[in-house]
T-cell receptor, first 114, second 110 residues
């Protein structure tokens, strides 16, 4: 199993450009999450999904949109990128149900907005 | 969401036990203590979690005080590869959200 993968690994955008980050998981997990991490800080939750076709806002949702059309994929969109969105973006997933709520993280996407 | 307080940084000698403290004085009865670590800007990695009882797995031990207001993560024999940022997180299954603080940077030295 590949686990959680993220595409692309690196990206440089100009202010105002748009882009979509792709997160894919092959573990059949119900829950998926998008976080951002700024230098020297912990991760902050942007949006999350509790199942195919559902999305919900996290701590810092402004400037981002998400879609979960397929269970295995969770897309994060930036419609008009701003320098404040320069960050490392992590995706995570976890299964539904009782027991451990361990989240499995991807390797991250490093985004720079000029 | 309950907040946690951790020291900013700690050092540990290779081969010795690393004891990482965490205060979570506002934790609610149904909230868990989770520990993750992040090695050199990789994605965070789950270590261990607990509710009331002490827990142990192949990576670490988690000691939670009786009043649940603080806990300690123990890496019994730290290696250089354990150098990382360690996050203590109070987790509510009601919200399903991990709220990360700034964590403790553990430096394991030869």
């Amino acid at each position: 199993n590949a686990g959680v993968t993220q595409t692309p690994k690196f990206r440089v955008l100009k202010t105002g450009q748009s882009m979509t980050l792709l997160c894919a998981q092959d573990m059949n997990h119900e829950y998926m999450y998008w976080y951002r991490q700024d230098p020297g800080m912990g991760l902050r939750l942007i949006h999350y999904s509790v199942g195919e076709g559902t999305t919900a806002k996290g701590e810092v949702p402004d400037g981002y949109n998400v879609s979960r059309l397929k269970k295995q994929n969770f897309l994060l969109g930036l419609e008009s990128a701003a320098p404040s969105q320069t960050s490392v973006y992590f995706c995570a997933s976890r299964p539904q149900g009782a027991g451990s709520h361990e989240q499995f993280f991807g390797p991250g996407t490093r985004l720079t907005v000029l | 969401d309950a907040k946690t307080t951790q020291p900013t940084s700690m050092d540990c000698a290779e081969g010795r036990a690393a004891n990482l403290p965490c205060n979570h004085s506002t934790i609610s009865g149904n909230e868990y203590v989770y520990w993750y670590r992040q090695i050199h800007s990789q994605g965070p990695q789950y270590i261990i979690h607990g509710l009331k009882n002490n827990e142990t797995n192949e990576m670490a031990s988690l000691i939670i005080t009786e009043d649940r207001k603080s806990s300690t993560l123990i890496l019994p024999h730290a290696t250089l590869r354990d150098t990382a940022v360690y996050y203590c997180i109070v987790y509510s299954s009601n919200t399903g959200k991990l709220i990360f603080g700034q964590g403790t940077t553990l430096q394991v030295k030869p």
